[in-house]
């Protein structure tokens, strides 16, 4: 009779340990079998040409490979810029274009001559990965979405009759609006206006093995949820716990809304009876520029959000939901498209201006895979060419004054005063100022008459501060960083996880046991 008093401990102890271990393997979590990607996760970036004075193809292919970047999204399928791609082991998505639909939707025909056209004359010499057939077209252009699954199916078709359609996938990049309620992730599901082409679209990308495309911005979604969404969870910054977002249905934790706005999509496809289609994110990006109403596009917020971006793909992170997929991710966008129409930021996502100067450094310290232009490399800032003198004096004036740079080696007689003019003395005076400032990307600006380079500007005896600060054992270790840095990462990040998983089983253990040892004292 004693004994049976004592029952409901050992009950609740089992119930203890198998909640516990339930829960580390995600009990709450629908099971979702994505198929994993055979290739890495990479970082490609969208390339749009309403630029003025863009790279002719043969430059733009040279400054892709100067650059290091290996994946691009083009917007349509310019023979000119496929043609200069050619052996390059670049990789493109090309599109189909919104205003293409109809006609490759409308008849097999024109489907399989615009297979030929754009893809069977250049694959395999330039490395055609996939067709992005339209873009946004469920939400920008509504009345073509009853043609959206008759142009893929007819592309695919082609695909198939040129022996191409295991090389080559096929999608649609859609908007994040198609979700209607993202957060918590485990709530999400798509507009059911569209559900009937969604439906068919998540079944043809389950037949192929072709990822969902989708334009994810957290740019945005901080934008219309001010004082809702902190600024830090958009832009990937380190958090405490209490800032995470939690869902309640799952208890995840998130630390950014990339991986909500991603796991929300997985969540949504699970809804549709889908769950063997990855989700490849062909947009994200920070505008680093924007009008009164859109103070957040600034050169800081968007160089950390990319950086972070970068890292956050390199790292192997995952989501919550899906740690053990990463997906890959374009930016958007390589170059600032000045020809776009307002607002202001409309203009301004690029990493780089038409010149193909750089908006700002990427700070990816030890990725050395992606952008030569990132900051594993010393950055100097220097005056822009094609200025007037008289704007360029006031730079030079405000920097040696107020600004309270160094400009001791430009006087008469020191190591940088020559050439004697108001150009050099102005790349010196900024590079000081910018040094000063701990390379700041808004600190080399001057309005517009200043730019960021990697190359060094020192020559002579005239050795600008940039070069001062690295000695060369300080670069053989940036180097030697810059060439593992990568793997060591990964490989970090993956012990990490291990580990983790690891010390979550044996703490429950020992909890399980020292509950049980109470239970046998009480029982004896």
Known sequence: MANTKKFPHFFLFLLFCCCFFSTSSSIFVPEIKVQQDKDEPYVGVN???????????????????????????????????????????IRVIISVPNNQILAIGSS?????????????????ETLITAIAVGDEILTTVPSSA??????????????????????????TPNAASIILDPFPPSQAFFN???????????????????????????YYVFMQ???????????FKPLTPSKEMVDPNTLLHYTNVLDAMIDSVYFSMKNLNTTDVVVLVTESGWPSKGDSKEPYATIDNADTYNSNLIKHIIDRSGTPLHPEITSSVYIYELFNEDLRSPPLSEANWGLFHGNSTPVYLLHVSGSGTFLAN?????????????????????????????GRANCSEIQPGESCYQPNDVKNHASYA?????????????????????????????????????????????????????????????????????????VHVLFG????????????????
Not at 374 to 396: E, F
Request: hydrophobic content about 40%; charged content about 15%; some cysteine.
């Open 430 to 502: 900024f590079d000081s100022y910018y040094q000063k400032e701990g390379g700041s990307p808004s600190s080399c600006d001057f309005k517009g008459v200043a730019m960021i380079t990697t190359t060094d500007p020192s020559h002579g005896s005239c050795i600008f501060p940039g070069s001062k600060k690295v000695s060369n054992k300080t670069s053989e270790v940036a180097n030697a960083t810059q060439a593992s840095g990568a793997n060591t990462i990964r490989f970090l990040g993956a012990q990490t996880s291990k580990f983790d998983k690891n």
């Open 509 to 524: 253990v020992a909890l399980c046991l020292f509950y049980y040892s109470l239970i046998q004292v009480q029982l004896s």
């Open 192 to 218: 059911q206006s569209m559900s009937t082409v969604l439906s068919k679209l998540l079944q043809f990308c389950s037949r192929t093995q072709s990822p969902l495309m989708m334009n994810l911005y957290p």
């Open 374 to 402: 990132d900051t594993t490399n010393q950055t100097y800032c220097i005056a822009m060419d094609g200025v007037d003198k008289r704007t360029m004096q006031a730079a030079l004036d405000w920097a040696c004054g107020p």
């Open 47 to 89: 390339i749009g040409t309403d630029v003025s004075n863009l790279l002719s193809p043969a430059d733009l292919v040279a400054f892709l490979q100067l650059q290091k970047i290996t994946h691009i999204r083009l917007y349509d399928a310019d023979p000119d810029i496929l043609k200069a791609l050619a052996k390059t082991k």
């Open 225 to 235: 949820n001010k004082g809702v969404v902190p600024i830090d969870n958009s832009l």
């Open 108 to 124: 097999n025909t024109t489907a399989a001559a615009w297979i030929g056209r754009n893809v069977a004359a250049y694959y395999p």
């Open 146 to 171: 009853p043609l959206l699954m008759p142009a893929i199916e007819s592309l695919y078709s082609a695909l198939v009759a040129a022996n191409l359609h295991n090389q080559i996938k096929i999608s």
